[in-house]
C-alpha cells in the first residue's frame, strides 16, 4: 500500500452575543504546533499533525480577520503584508500536479443558508483559495450538516479521514464550517524490498523493547544524510519520493530517551540548517513501518502560539459577515499515517467552524541508519517549502 498519512483539522467558529518561498517561516508554524502537540501529548505517545492542512483551514480565517485578531494570525502563520496573494500562490503550485505523485488540496466551506457573508471574503476564498462554498441548514438539520460536511472530507481524503465532526459537534448556533481535505500518495524513489523486512527490537523511551517490522533499504543506496551537531548529534536522513518533488525526512536521537531533548532544540532555524547539511552518502538505511492515528483540538497548542484573539469573545472577523461577531471555538484535527515498503499515502482535512456564541565524517565510509528508538518525520513539499506532516513514532507497534 505505501505509507499512508490521513489528517483533519477542524477550527469551530462560536458567534460571541505571495507566497514567499522561504525556508524558515511556514516552518516555524510547523515546528512550534508540533512542539507544542508533543508538550502535552507526552513522551510515550505517537504524534501526527499536517502542519499544511492546520494552515490552509487558519489561513481562511485570516482573510475574514481585522484588528488584532488578524495581526496574531498573520504573526503566527508567518504572512506579511501580500499574505493572501502569496497563500494562493502556494496552495496553486501544491495543487499543480505530477504524474509520478497524487497531492491534492481541497477547500470547502459549509455556510448557514439564513448567515450572510461579505462578496470580498467569499470572492477571496473562491479566488485565492479555490474554496468551493455550500449552503446547509445548520439551524434545522444540523445532523445531516454534519454528515455532508464528512462525506466532503472521506471524498477529499480517498476515505482515509472519517467522521471528521463526531455526532453532535454542529448544532443549531453554526454558522460556518471551513474545511481543508489534503490527499497525498507517493511511491518511493527507491523502494525497500520487502524481502529484506524482518522482526526486530525497537527500544522505547522508558527503555522496553518492543519487536517490530524493520524495512532495509540497502547498502547499495545513496541518499542525503547528516549527522547533526546542533540537535545532539542526530542522524538525519531524506528519502525521496517518486519525482524528487517530494521527500520524508527522518530525524534519528543518539539515545532512546533523547527525543525529548531533541524536541527542546528543534526550531524553524535549526530545521533549515539540518536540510542545508544533507549531504549524498552511502547508506544503509532501517525504518520501522508503522501505522499512526490521530485527533487533536489544537485551541490550548495555538493560544500558547500567540493566537488568542480570534477565541475570544472580543474576536473581530468582521470581514466575513456583518450579522454577528465570531469567534474561534475549536481546531480540530484527524490524523492517518501508515508507513511500509512501497512508499507514502496521506490524506488530512481541515475545517473551519463558525458558530453563534553535523558531525564531521568520511564521504566514503558507509553509514548505518537503525531507526530501532524513538524518532521524528517530517513529509514536505520542496518547491514551496511545505511541511505536510509532521511528527513523532514513539512506539511503531500501536496506532495511538
Known amino acids: 500500500m505505501g505509507f499512508s498519512c490521513s489528517l483533519t483539522t477542524v477550527v469551530t467558529i462560536s458567534l460571541a452575543i505571495g507566497l514567499s518561498y522561504c525556508l524558515e517561516t511556514p516552518n516555524k508554524f510547523a515546528v512550534e504546533l508540533y512542539k507544542n502537540v508533543a508538550k502535552t501529548s507526552g513522551t510515550d505517545k505517537n504524534v501526527a499533525l499536517s502542519p499544511f ?11 475574514g ?21 502569496t497563500l494562493a500562490r502556494k496552495f496553486k503550485s501544491i495543487n499543480a ?56 472530507v472521506e471524498e477529499k481524503t480517498n476515505n482515509k479521514i472519517r467522521d471528521l465532526f463526531s455526532a453532535g459537534s454542529l448544532d443549531s448556533d453554526t454558522r460556518l464550517v471551513l474545511v481543508n481535505a489534503v490527499y497525498f500518495k507517493a511511491q518511493w ?60 525526512v527522518v530525524i534519528l536521537p543518539r539515545k532512546e530517551s533523547g527525543l525529548r531533548a ?60 456583518s450579522q454577528a461577531a465570531l469567534k474561534i471555538s475549536k481546531v480540530v484535527q484527524k490524523v492517518f499515517v501508515n508507513v511500509d515498503e512501497d512508499g507514502t499515502e496521506a490524506a488530512a482535512a481541515t475545517g473551519v467552524i463558525m458558530v453563534l456564541t553535523s558531525a564531521m565524517i568520511s564521504p566514503d565510509e558507509p553509514v548505518t541508519f537503525r531507526v530501532d528508538r524513538p524518532f521524528l518525520y517530517l513529509i514536505r513539499h520542496k518547491a514551496t517549502n511545505s511541511i505536510l506532516f509532521l511528527g513523532k513514532v514513539a512506539d511503531p507497534t500501536v496506532a495511538k
Open 97 to 152: 500536479g505530477s504524474q509520478d505523485y497524487v497531492l491534492q488540496s481541497a477547500n470547502g466551506i459549509f455556510l448557514e443558508k439564513t448567515y450572510k457573508i461579505l462578496s470580498n471574503f467569499r470572492s477571496s476564498v473562491t479566488n485565492d483559495f479555490g474554496a468551493n462554498i455550500s449552503t446547509v441548514d445548520f439551524v434545522k438539520q444540523a445532523e445531516q450538516s454534519r454528515v455532508r460536511i464528512n462525506s466532503f
Open 189 to 248: 524513489a527507491n523502494k525497500f524490498e520487502k524481502d529484506f523486512t524482518k522482526e526486530q527490537p525497537f527500544t522505547l523511551a522508558n527503555g522496553q523493547q518492543k519487536q517490530v517490522q524493520l524495512m532495509n533499504l540497502g547498502f547499495d543506496q545513496f541518499v542525503p544524510y547528516a549527522e547533526v551537531a546542533e540537535l545532539d548529534g542526530a542522524q538525519v536522513v531524506e528519502l525521496r519520493y517518486a519525482g524528487d518533488e517530494t521527500s520524508m
Open 262 to 321: 531533541l524536541e527542546e532544540r528543534l526550531t524553524a532555524a535549526t530545521l533549515k540548517s539540518t536540510l542545508a547539511k544533507l549531504s549524498r552518502r552511502k547508506v544503509n538505511v532501517f525504518l520501522p513501518k508503522f501505522k499512526v492515528e490521530t485527533d487533536y483540538n489544537l485551541v490550548e497548542e495555538l493560544k500558547a502560539m500567540g493566537i488568542k484573539a480570534a477565541f475570544e469573545r472580543t474576536a473581530n472577523f468582521s470581514l466575513i459577515s
Open 53 to 63: 492542512s492546520a494552515e490552509a483551514a487558519l489561513s481562511m480565517t485570516y482573510v
Open 65 to 85: 480577520a481585522a484588528g488584532t485578531t488578524k495581526s496574531e494570525l498573520a504573526s503566527v502563520l508567518g504572512l506579511g503584508d501580500d499574505g493572501v496573494a
